[in-house]
């Protein structure tokens, strides 16, 4: 069901400080808290003692005082303190503590063998903390599987449909898919010379009302961390001189129907204004929140406890990338165990793309 040799995000950087903060990640009750130095820990958040919840507790220093009978465990998952008579701590009396990596303002965890636990393989988010883009961000919860998530998002064809009067744009529906593969990394991408831009866009880009050229690729990798560049530009004219951003879409099952989705806007433009960022906010609120996810659950509602495969749909040319984004995760999880996993990439896609930004857009994919 779920790929554990893999990293996972648990939280933004932001949401983490001297507070106990609860996550379930892929069924497992996760606690998360930063120690007096400002390092984040990630450990279970059941107690073995009588199962109460630890973030029912409380944080004195570095350790995790239990609020049911004050157990209190430290950063590395073990017992230190049994406040009882006997004071006697039991070898099991401990939780399991995991890997964490806190990079691009993320906390990233491995749920798998911590051996395996390889930060290479942690996909380049890198535009979330780049001083030449402004971010901002934030994580919905959605009662749906990651999985149909992810078709969402690498199938941006439904914006003429799901986003009507937002992000439609019918250039987006009639461009051609250019799909690539690069071990597990998967690239779903959209170039659409020649069209109207969608009324967000159109506002976003000082209410020009001229024909432009718009751009949407997407990465995935497994499990589901997927990156976004898009944009529009003048007819025939280069990035620079139009308006583009990265788009964060990091999807971490909460369990097998509902998905924690860690969303992040960075752009290139007017990176001082406030305005632009309730701008940005606004619109992804209306988009997700008021569009994408009433439609994705009912979706899930729809399926019951009946997955993708089990219902065997009638593709279409523009589900390609979806669906080679499915097959390389279940082969992922099938695979789990045999040393295999998720791939470091040679090449961070972010300069590469950077490389591209004096240049008109090129027709073929950005890999």
Not at 58 to 80: E, M, N, W
Not at 235 to 250: M, N, Q
């Given at each position: 069901?779920?790929?554990?040799?893999?990293?996972?995000?648990?939280?933004?950087?932001?949401?983490?400080?001297?507070n106990?903060t609860?996550?379930?990640?892929?069924?497992?009750?996760?606690?998360?808290?930063?120690?007096?130095?400002?390092?984040?820990v990630?450990?279970?958040?059941?107690?073995?003692?009588?199962?109460?919840?630890?973030?029912?507790?409380?944080?004195i220093?570095?350790?995790?005082?239990?609020?049911?009978?004050?157990?209190?465990f430290?950063?590395?998952?073990k017992c230190?303190?049994?406040?009882?008579?006997?004071?006697?701590?039991?070898?099991?009396?401990?939780?399991?503590?995991?890997?964490l990596?806190?990079?691009?303002?993320?906390?990233?965890?491995?749920?798998?063998?911590?051996q395996?636990?390889d930060?290479?393989?942690?996909?380049?988010?890198?535009?979330?903390?780049?001083?030449?883009?402004?971010?901002?961000?934030?994580?919905?919860?959605?009662k749906?599987?990651?999985?149909?998530?992810?078709d969402?998002?690498?199938?941006?064809?439904?914006a003429?449909?799901?986003?009507?009067?937002?992000?439609?744009?019918?250039?987006?529906?009639?461009?051609?898919?250019?799909?690539?593969?690069a071990g597990?990394?998967?690239?779903?991408?959209?170039?659409?010379?020649?069209?109207?831009?969608?009324?967000?866009?159109?506002l976003?880009?000082?209410?020009?009302?001229?024909p432009?050229d718009?751009?949407?690729?997407?990465?995935?990798?497994?499990?589901?961390?997927?990156?976004?560049?898009?944009?529009?530009?003048?007819?025939?004219k280069?990035?620079?001189?139009?308006?583009?951003?990265?788009?964060?879409?990091?999807?971490?099952?909460?369990?097998?129907?509902?998905?924690?989705?860690?969303?992040?806007?960075?752009?290139n433009?007017?990176?001082?204004?406030?305005?632009?960022?309730?701008?940005?906010?606004?619109s992804?609120?209306?988009a997700?929140?008021?569009?994408?996810?009433?439609?994705?659950?009912?979706?899930?509602?729809m399926?019951?406890?009946?997955t993708?495969?089990d219902l065997?749909?009638?593709m279409?040319?523009a589900?390609?990338?979806?669906?080679r984004?499915?097959?390389?995760?279940?082969?992922?999880i099938?695979?789990?165990g045999?040393?295999?996993?998720?791939?470091p990439?040679?090449?961070?896609?972010?300069?590469?793309?950077?490389?591209?930004?004096?240049?008109?857009?090129?027709?073929?994919?950005?890999?």
């Amino acid at each position: 069901m779920f790929l554990k040799d893999a990293w996972y995000v648990a939280a933004w950087s932001r949401e983490l400080g001297r507070n106990l903060t609860s996550r379930t990640i892929c069924e497992q009750p996760i606690l998360l808290y930063r120690k007096e130095n400002g390092g984040a820990v990630a450990m279970g958040n059941m107690c073995p003692h009588r199962f109460a919840p630890l973030d029912r507790g409380k944080l004195i220093a570095d350790t995790v005082q239990c609020g049911y009978h004050g157990l209190r465990f430290g950063p590395d998952g073990k017992c230190s303190l049994n406040p009882h008579a006997d004071r006697i701590v039991p070898a099991k009396m401990k939780v399991r503590s995991y890997p964490l990596i806190e990079r691009h303002d993320m906390i990233w965890i491995w749920l798998g063998d911590s051996q395996k636990a390889d930060p290479s393989t942690i996909p380049d988010f890198s535009c979330n903390t780049d001083p030449r883009f402004r971010r901002i961000d934030g994580v919905f919860e959605v009662k749906a599987n990651y999985e149909l998530v992810t078709d969402n998002v690498l199938d941006l064809t439904h914006a003429e449909f799901v986003h009507e009067g937002l992000l439609s744009s019918e250039a987006i529906t009639i461009s051609k898919l250019q799909t690539h593969q690069a071990g597990t990394t998967i690239w779903s991408n959209r170039w659409c010379p020649t069209g109207d831009a969608s009324p967000a866009w159109k506002l976003a880009f000082d209410n020009y009302d001229k024909p432009v050229d718009q751009w949407l690729y997407m990465r995935w990798d497994a499990p589901a961390h997927l990156l976004l560049d898009v944009g529009l530009t003048p007819v025939g004219k280069s990035r620079r001189e139009g308006i583009w951003l990265y788009g964060t879409d990091i999807l971490t099952p909460k369990d097998a129907f509902t998905t924690y989705y860690f969303w992040g806007f960075a752009r290139n433009y007017r990176i001082d204004d406030l305005a632009v960022d309730e701008f940005w906010r606004a619109s992804i609120e209306a988009a997700f929140e008021g569009q994408d996810k009433p439609i994705i659950e009912a979706q899930q509602q729809m399926m019951g406890q009946r997955t993708v495969d089990d219902l065997g749909p009638v593709m279409i040319a523009a589900d390609s990338a979806a669906t080679r984004a499915r097959r390389t995760l279940h082969k992922l999880i099938q695979e789990q165990g045999q040393g295999t996993g998720p791939r470091p990439q040679a090449e961070a896609p972010l300069e590469l793309l950077r490389r591209n930004a004096e240049s008109r857009l090129p027709v073929e994919p950005v890999v």
